[in-house]
């Protein structure tokens, strides 16, 4: 299962954690993973060409974190696009993803 924390302080988005694999297809084919690496690969890319300074972003094997420094509120609606783009994936696929939210 695919595991994204999203974590909010003050109520603004500060920081979305995904772990794990959705298990929904034999590996190279499995769409979920291919549909939540799509959503979340966009995102890093504009984070990364838009607000390299304000976000921290690590990639490494079977993690992306990507965490808040200094927001602004374009940083927050891309967030918060981020977010309604995976909950529509955890309503498709409820048993290969799962989606937290700490306040």
Known sequence: MVKIKITYH????QKLTMSGHALAG???????CAALTGIVSGALNAFDQKFTNDIDIIVEENLIEITIKKSNPTIQTMFELLEIQLQTIVMQYPKNVELKEVR
């Open 10 to 13: 003050n109520s603004e988005y």
């Open 26 to 32: 034999a590996y190279g084919q499995d769409l979920v």
